[in-house]
Structures are given as structure tokens and as C-alpha cells.
């Protein structure tokens, strides 16, 4: 069983930056056995993949819409994720979403991420 927890979201004037942040909670299996993904739903749209990151942290992808901007990072004696969003846009408005599973691989498929935490808003006004 595993519960994430987003923290760190709100409202900020394009070009600026936001840190979001993603406790976790794991039963069983430890923390750094999970691949971790950060995904957004923007209002009217469907969700959509933003970064990931694997169980080492060493490796990382991300979406090209945010490549260059966002970093994804990871604490495995912290049990928590990051995304420091940078030079932020209005497009960049979406509840974010932590996500969580056990593929082999680093994935951008929603579908392969079994666990979810309950998102936070991001606005970025313009």
C-alpha cells in the first residue's frame, strides 16, 4: 500500500517558480523500490504526463512541454519527490498529480502507475 501527499501548489504570476512536493507512505515495499511521476490535468483536458524519475534518482525524462523548466528529484531517506517548476506559463495551469509503480522502466503512461495522490492546484497567471 502506498498513500502520496502533494504539498507546495498555488497561485503564481507567469515567469515565476513553484516547488511542488510528494510525501509518501509505503506498507511492505520501501520507497526507493518505486519509480515516481508527476502528472497535471488541466481544466477540460485529459492528464497528462509531466516528468519521472527513477528509483535511484540518477535517471530522469520529462514531456517537452516542460523540459528545460521543471526538475524532478528524489529523496529516498525522506520518502518525498520534487518538481521545482521554473519560468512557469499559464499553460502550466493544472492540478498536478504524484504518482507511483513498480515497472521496470521509466514510464510516461498513466496507465502503468497504480498508485495516486489526490493532486494540488497550480495557476500560473499571466
Known amino acids: 500500500q502506498v498513500q502520496l501527499v502533494e504539498s507546495g501548489g498555488g497561485l503564481v504570476q507567469a515567469g515565476g517558480s513553484l516547488t511542488l512536493s510528494c510525501a509518501c507512505t509505503t506498507s511492505g515495499r520501501a520507497f526507493s523500490t518505486y519509480i515516481m511521476g508527476w502528472f497535471r490535468q488541466a481544466p477540460g483536458k485529459g492528464r497528462e504526463f509531466v516528468s519521472a524519475?527513477?528509483?535511484?534518482?540518477?535517471?530522469?525524462t520529462y514531456a517537452d512541454s516542460v523540459k528545460g523548466r521543471f526538475t524532478m528529484s528524489r529523496d529516498n531517506a525522506k520518502d518525498t519527490i520534487n518538481l521545482q517548476m521554473n519560468r512557469l506559463k499559464p499553460e502550466d495551469t493544472a492540478v498536478y498529480y504524484c504518482?507511483?509503480?513498480?515497472?521496470?522502466?521509466?514510464?510516461?503512461?498513466?496507465?502503468?502507475?497504480?498508485?495516486w495522490g489526490q493532486g494540488i492546484q497550480v495557476t500560473v497567471s499571466s
Open positions: 524519475i527513477s528509483w535511484s534518482g540518477f535517471s530522469t
Open positions: 504518482a507511483a509503480t513498480r515497472v521496470a522502466e521509466l514510464s510516461n503512461r498513466d496507465n502503468d502507475y497504480g498508485y
